[in-house]
């Protein structure tokens, strides 16, 4: 054991060398230019102008100009003709009403928590009533306000709303930060970021310096960034008396972050929405002309049958509706009559969806109902790309003359977000399909009817068995409500629920904070770059706090790759790992891949693992999608398969064909996009870590070692390990804790009849009926040994090495059998 320390020493002293070359730790700054062409720091979107003033009283002579300066535009704008109808229009809004309450609040008081229906203002109105209450009081060019979103294109459409209602450009007194774009000027003093962006800024500046406003949004969603978030302001508001931090949240909890906050002021700003007609999978039915009827009988195949139709379909359209039936009892079957418990609303069954029955019901709408948009709430990403297949193949829903059909979701390009926003043409029906995304953060507008599946794809963490779960699991009540109220914005709204009255009766009240639900390790490390002091203690001061034993395998994980000591202290490879904002084991990939300057494959591996699934797998053309995935593979490798597949689309898109490439081989555009820039970004940011030469334009030598690439890979991934066990035909998976494992279909090696190595590195395990891996790479005994990471209990198996002469003789020990192989080279 001691040997092995000594050795696996060697990357940690290597990082050492480069750091204590560096003269201490690099800081994580970075510069890069961003989409918009401009420059771009992080330090710089939150940078104090005074700070480069050399004399106190000249700076401020300075901010006293530039805050008359803001103040006369602010007068100029709300004078003119357009500024006159937009500031009409924003004191329509609840928000505005309460606007003086608000700001005394905040003046008084250092936390403020506001809770208000969605859609009265919040996220649009505060932020802009404190930043016009400085300017006004002349202290404008000295405030600076930061509103926290929890997804990017919330960050992007409030800012560029919020700008455009002052009359400005983005940019001026308005900015916005996301990961890889920003837009901010030297007098943005009201920045819209991701709660990410914050605690990134956390990590260089503890005490926020020369921010006065700190707003964190939507904190009802409860994220993990949001809660942890919670815990360092919460220690960083004695420090900063003057701070002042605003919590914004739409449902009506607020009870709780007020006890938090030893019992902050709630302020309640009433909304209105107009009155939303409640549907839900029984009267839905009524609509085809039948009715939903309990009903308890074993039918001819021996399944219980719970509903039945007692009014037959009309003979009209009988096949049209046979099928939304056939769904529509499906679902109800599935859902069951009676009282429902939790337990049962479990066994989750993704054939009730009902695209029959949603496709029907959009076309009814569409025929029959008055103008309005339809907002169609799904499980996610997959569900919403294989809906759209059919409605484009239905010849009224396809019909782009008559229907506008868009989708919504957390990773859109924001070009393509904006299209959810405008207004179709007259006489064009808009259908938005999207995830519980569209149920908060974001307000389209014209909505008017809303379609609700009752569903949304959460991770869960199954603690006890280390594995995370994704599973499409039934929303809250809270959540119907706040899908159903989308409907009522501009007018009376109807809301379908596509499950019986009974289902929705079981639903719990809120959903389970993240924290509770998703593994530790990122977290975990970000509270030791932080200083956070003993891990588990700082957890134990969340809201609501999580299992100790998930605290504990995060903790454990964190010392099997290396990134915590034994005594819970970040090693050198830790202080590296939290400086890249991925998931510890890509980062520990990226730092291996530039160590080994073979780091052009390496990042476009990690960008992949880090964006949605370039590889698209639409729901009627599974086979032919796989099929042209394989076409990548020649080496047992979906990791290797993506580097291949980016590579062909880099040579294509040099010739203007990067969309036909995609098209042609079951590939995502907008994912091969995202890529690109994630590899410029990451590569940047290794450049600042020193591990990469700083003159350095290409990324690193070009180093394409089939097997030096999937050797890093695997130091990445380890112990995401599981071994092959080939039986006569073909070949079966175990790891250690599961037992045995399966390949998700869309994996090139769930395509191979055999594989010739003995184990197989995954990057992810996820459980949904049985444990599925995801992205796997088959690796030799030999790259195992050296990249296979250390000692543990938990592991498959252990290595040791130790060198005599120039003889390298390596012992490994199988955990399961207690077997010994000796290795000599
Ligand atoms: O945060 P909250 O849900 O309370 O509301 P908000 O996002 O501030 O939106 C207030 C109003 O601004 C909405 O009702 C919309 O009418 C309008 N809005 C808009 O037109 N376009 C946006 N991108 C955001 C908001
Ligand atoms: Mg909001």
């Known amino acids: 054991l001691g040997l092995l320390r000594r050795v696996e020493g060697y990357l940690g002293e290597f990082l050492s060398q480069k750091s204590r070359r560096k003269e201490g730790l690099p800081d994580a700054s970075f510069s890069r230019s961003n989409s918009s062409g401009s420059i771009a720091t992080d330090e710089g979107l939150f940078e104090q102008p005074e700070s480069l003033a050399s004399s106190k009283v000249v700076m401020e002579k300075i901010l006293w100009r530039r805050s008359l300066q803001l103040r006369d535009k602010q ?130 500046d503890r005490n926020l310096k020369g921010v006065t406003h700190v707003i964190v949004d939507e904190i009802h969603e409860r994220g993990m960034n949001e809660d942890f978030l919670l815990i360092v302001l919460k220690d960083l508001l004695p420090r900063r008396p003057e701070l002042r931090l605003i919590l914004m949240s739409a449902t009506l909890d607020s009870e709780l972050f007020s006890s938090y906050f030893g019992r902050a002021q709630i302020i309640h700003v009433p909304g209105f929405t107009y009155p939303v007609r409640t549907h839900f999978l029984e009267d839905v039915l009524e609509i085809t002309g039948c009715r939903l009827t309990p009903y308890n009988q074993i039918d001819d195949y021996g399944q219980e049958k719970m509903w039945k139709m007692s009014k037959q379909a009309p003979r009209k359209r009988k096949s049209q509706i046979a099928s939304v039936v056939e769904d529509a009892l499906k679902a109800a079957d599935f859902n069951g009559y009676g009282p429902q418990t939790q337990e049962s609303l479990a066994c989750w069954n993704p054939d009730c969806i009902g695209f029959n029955l949603i496709e029907y019901l959009l076309c ?261 999608a796989e099929a042209a995935k394989s076409q990548f593979s020649r080496d047992y490798s979906d990791h290797l398969a993506l580097v291949r597949a980016y590579e062909g689309w880099k040579v294509a898109e040099r010739d203007f064909a990067g969309y036909d490439y995609c098209w042609k081989n079951f590939l995502s555009a907008q994912s091969m996009k995202a890529i690109d820039s994630l590899r410029k970004e990451f590569f940047s940011l290794l450049r600042d870590t020193d591990l990469v030469d700083a003159n350095t334009t290409t990324h690193n030598a070009w180093s394409y070692d089939e097997h030096l690439i999937r050797a890093v890979i695997c130091y990445g991934l380890y112990p995401g390990i599981c071994s092959v066990v080939h039986n006569e035909k073909s070949f079966s998976l175990k790891t250690m804790e599961d037992g045995q494992v399966l390949l998700y279909s869309n994996s090139v090696n769930a395509r191979e009849p055999k594989i010739p190595y003995p184990w197989l590195v995954f990057n992810e395990k996820i459980k949904v009926n049985s444990v599925f891996l995801r992205d796997s790479t088959a690796v030799s005994d030999s790259m195992l040994l050296l990249f296979g990471g250390s000692f543990s209990k938990g592991a498959v198996v252990s290595i040791s090495f130790l060198v005599f002469a120039d003889c390298v003789v390596f012992f490994i020990w199988d955990c399961r059998s207690g077997h010994t192989a000796l290795l000599c080279c």
């Open 75 to 204: 007068q100029a704008w709300q004078e003119s003709p357009e500024g006159r109808k937009m500031l009409e229009l924003r004191r329509s809004l609840p928000a505005y009403k309460e606007k003086d309450a608000l700001l005394t609040a905040i003046s008084r008081n250092q936390v403020v928590i506001i809770s208000g229906e969605t859609g009265c203002g919040k996220t649009t109105q505060i932020p802009q009533f404190i930043l016009e209450s400085e300017i006004e009081a002349v202290r404008g060019a000295v405030c600076s306000i930061i509103c926290t979103q929890p997804r990017r294109i919330s960050a992007m459409s409030v800012s560029e709303r919020v700008a455009s209602e002052r009359g400005e450009n983005l940019g001026e007194s308005v900015g916005y930060k996301v990961r890889l774009e920003g837009m901010k000027g030297r007098d943005t003093r009201l920045l819209f970021c991701t709660t990410g962006i914050l605690l990134r800024r956390l990590l260089v």
């Open 364 to 624: 009814n709408i569409c025929e029959s109902e008055r103008p309005g948009a339809i907002l169609v709430f799904m499980t996610g990403w997959d569900d919403i790309n294989s809906l759209k297949e059919k409605l484009h193949a239905n010849p009224l829903l396809g019909d782009s003359s008559r229907v506008l059909l868009l989708a919504c979701h957390g990773s859109m390009a924001s070009s393509e977000q904006r299209l959810i926003f405008d207004e179709p043409e007259d006489g064009v029906r808009k259908i938005v399909l999207a995830t519980n995304i569209a149920e908060t953060s974001i307000t389209i507008n014209d909505v008017v009817f809303v379609l609700d599946c009752g569903k949304a794809k959460e991770t869960s963490y199954d603690a006890l068995n280390n594995t995370p779960c994704l599973l499409p699991s039934w929303i809250s009540k809270v959540s119907a409500q706040q899908r159903r109220g989308r409907a009522g914005r501009v007018q009376p709204g109807e809301c379908y629920h596509l499950y019986p009255r009974c289902v929705y009766d079981a639903f719990a009240e809120y959903q389970l904070p993240e924290i509770l639900r998703t593994p530790l390790q990122s977290l975990c490390l970000q509270i030791k770059s932080l200083n956070l002091g003993s891990i588990s203690e700082f957890l134990s001061r969340a809201l609501q706090s999580p299992e100790l034993l998930a605290v504990q395998n995060a903790i454990e994980y964190l010392k099997i790759i290396g990134a915590l000591d034994e005594n819970e202290n970040l090693t050198v490879l830790g202080r590296y790992l939290t400086m890249l904002p991925v998931e510890p084991k890509l980062g520990k990939m990226l730092l291996v891949g530039a160590i080994f300057n073979c780091l052009d494959p390496v990042l476009t591996i990690v960008s992949g693992l880090s964006v949605r699934d370039p590889f698209l797998t639409p729901f009627d053309k599974k086979d032919l």
